[in-house]
């Protein structure tokens, strides 16, 4: 068998002149397939050893790929047939390529017969299609891409041939329509052309076949119910050597836009129109963050004519305690998919008051789908704010002293004790109550009393630090929350100047009244005790007030001490 390929004198010359892998197969009298030659491409790109000729397949080959190829050289000996086939492999590490990488092949096997037509050989040509298996799946990916926004577009879009006719509809071109594409196919004289449409269509299908695009066409479309749509059409031409195969198009319904059909420059002068008439700030801002339009409304609300924030930047006249937060927000609208958002913040007027606004931001993209301006809205919001400031104060503070109330003063009891928990600094509670204050209230009627409730609360106030807390918890009782103490004896001092300032007579229109103070005093070490707790400690020190004669303040001691409580004010007696 061999000696036969010594006629073939050219045979590595022929072999070589080829850039694909050739092969020169044998089959043997037991069937075995065994390498003859190869030409040089081949065994550079499968480094084939030295010795291969007359190796069998499975020899030289890997396992996995030696099976494929026995295969198909089997298939082409039986069917004595060429036949064409794939596969997949992995090219071995050379001395240009440090890394095995992974790649397609296409072998064409073509049977070699003898003068009695027996298969002496095969000839195997052998093509390295990687990137054309690379371009296939590619092209896989756009198509089943294309017919998922296709099948989901929300607007209706359909082929159509070179002569007008559909090929296929997507589903909101039925919804919308109420036409299936069987229907349309099967019947080509139902139509979606109104009868004053028809010539348009023509002169569309006209310069499709031209090879142009149509963008944003203004025509009147009929539904399988006899209703006429207004839409936007565009069309697009799907052109092959220089002719018209098919083409594409995608419908707009604009019928709920009513007078926006007609041209988008009407459109615009309309929208222009609501701006220009709007009482909200509209700006646009392009990305270096400068205005590059202002509504005249700018003119109403700021004292400023809209003209003058043209170029300057956003932040122009914002309060600087919200620059930050606003650059933020900008920043955030450019940068994030979020195309919508909102916020509150101040601002001043040509008059340099401070103003609140909420504002809303939108995004325009380009076409590109990149975020080239933001359309900010603003809304006057300072009367809002004022009664929300309104509301909590009345939420938090006691309307007849303007002292905080337990709520408020109970989070700021939580603030003092989880400074003492880090610091490792004291912190005190006080309970005060206006002695004999339920005689003075009978006796003089309830405008007196709060006239005494309001002084008692202004002496409180007067006698303690700026960090603490007096609050009213409600007719003639008060707390007081003292943060911070390096010890026992700056809250002590703190009872003292309060139970002194009580001595001076409180003057009510002609009539003058002496009130006088108890005080009760819990301490706060550190995790010891909880806020109901220390509460419940001071109203049994401010009991003991009580019980030892009144205008006095005392240290709350624990149970085991309670016989050693040390009355650290002076008891002062009603004159």
């Not at 801002?285 to 590059?292: C, D, L, P, R, T």
Request: proline fraction near 2%.
């Amino acid at each position: 068998m061999f000696a036969k390929l010594k006629n073939f004198k050219n045979l590595d010359l022929i072999f070589n002149s080829v850039s694909d892998m050739i092969f020169l197969i044998s089959i043997d009298e037991d069937g075995f397939f065994r390498y003859v030659t190869a030409n040089e491409v081949a065994i550079d790109l499968l480094q084939l050893p030295k010795g291969f000729s007359g190796q069998k397949i499975e020899d030289i080959m890997p396992p996995k790929s030696a099976e494929v190829i026995l295969t198909k050289y089997k298939s082409a000996l039986e069917t004595n047939d060429v036949i064409t086939y794939e596969e997949q492999i992995e090219f071995p590490q050379t001395d240009e390529v440090a890394t095995k990488r992974k790649g397609w092949l296409e072998s064409k096997v073509t049977p070699v017969f003898d003068d009695d037509d027996e298969c002496e050989f095969l000839i195997v040509v052998t093509s390295e299609i990687t990137e054309r298996k690379h371009r296939e799946q590619e092209l896989h990916q756009l198509k089943e891409q294309f017919e998922l926004i296709y099948n989901h577009a929300a607007d209706p879009v359909f082929t159509f041939d070179a002569e007008g006719d559909f090929i296929t509809v997507n589903p909101s071109f039925t919804k919308v329509f109420g036409w299936s594409t069987d229907e349309l196919i099967n019947n080509k004289m139902r139509s979606i052309l109104p009868s004053n449409n028809k010539s348009d269509f023509a002169e569309i299908l006209h310069r499709l076949k031209k090879g142009e695009v149509i963008e944003n066409h203004y025509a009147e479309r009929l539904t399988r119910s006899g209703e006429t749509i207004h839409i936007l059409s565009s069309y697009t031409p799907i052109m092959e050597n220089g002719k018209m195969k098919k083409g594409i198009a995608v419908y707009k319904d604009i019928t709920h836009l009513g007078q926006l059909r007609d041209q988008l420059r009407e459109s615009e002068s309309k929208y222009r129109i609501i701006v220009e008439n709007s009482n909200d700030l509209i700006r646009v801002i392009n990305k270096q963050g400068q205005i590059e339009y202002a509504s005249p409304s700018h003119q109403k609300f700021l004292g400023l004519d809209p003209n003058f924030f043209i170029g300057k930047s956003y932040l122009s006249f914002v309060h600087r305690e919200d620059m930050a937060k606003l650059h933020k927000f900008v920043e955030n609208m450019f940068t994030s998919e979020k195309e919508v958002d909102e916020i509150e913040y101040r601002r001043l007027n040509k008059n340099r008051e401070i103003i609140w606004v909420h504002t809303k931001g939108g995004v325009v993209l380009n076409a590109n789908r990149e975020v080239d301006q933001l359309i900010l809205v603003s809304r006057e919001i300072s009367d809002m704010k004022e009664r929300e400031t309104e509301l909590r104060t009345m939420a938090l503070y006691d309307q007849l002293t303007g002292l905080p109330n337990r709520t408020l003063f109970n989070e700021n009891v939580d603030v003092a004790m989880k400074l003492t928990n880090r610091s490792g600094k004291l912190t005190a509670l006080l309970l005060l109550d206006c002695d004999n204050f339920k005689r003075i209230n009978d006796t003089y009627g309830h405008d007196v009393g709060d006239e005494v409730i309001k002084t008692f609360a202004n002496r409180v106030q007067k006698n303690v630090r700026a960090m603490d807390t007096v609050s009213r918890m409600g007719g003639d009782e008060f707390q007081v929350i003292l943060p911070d103490l390096q010890d026992k004896s700056d809250a002590t001092e703190i009872c003292q100047h309060i139970v002194e300032a009580m001595k001076e007579p409180i003057e009510v229109g002609d009539t003058r009244l002496s009130v006088t103070a108890s005080i009760g005093i819990s301490y706060y070490t550190g995790k010891d005790k909880t806020q109901e707790e220390l509460v419940k400690e001071a109203d049994q020190a401010l009991y003991k007030s009580k019980e030892r004669g009144k205008s006095t303040f005392t240290e709350y001691t624990s149970v085991e001490n309670k016989k050693k409580i040390n009355i650290l004010g002076r008891i002062f007696k009603k004159e």
